[in-house]
């Protein structure tokens, strides 16, 4: 991980990453049934663990 990357992503950027429609993406993030855990910061923004996503899809790859 490069020094300025950051920890978290965005629910858009889950979306594009694994291929699904923003719209899906929030809808599963507020159902907390994403493949990942949610952070909440404050009471609306989600974002979730880079480190969590980029696991979830080397897994997937090696299946």
Do not use: H, W
Request: hydrophobic share 40%; proline share 5%; aromatic share 4%.
């Amino acid at each position: 991980m490069e020094n300025n990357e950051r920890l978290t992503m965005t629910i858009p950027e889950f979306a594009k990453a694994t291929g699904c429609s923003r719209n899906l993406a929030y809808l599963l993030a507020r159902q907390n049934k994403l493949p990942v855990p949610v952070i909440y910061v404050g009471d609306k923004r989600m974002v979730v663990s880079r480190k969590a996503v980029e696991k979830l899809l080397s897994e997937v790859g090696e299946l």
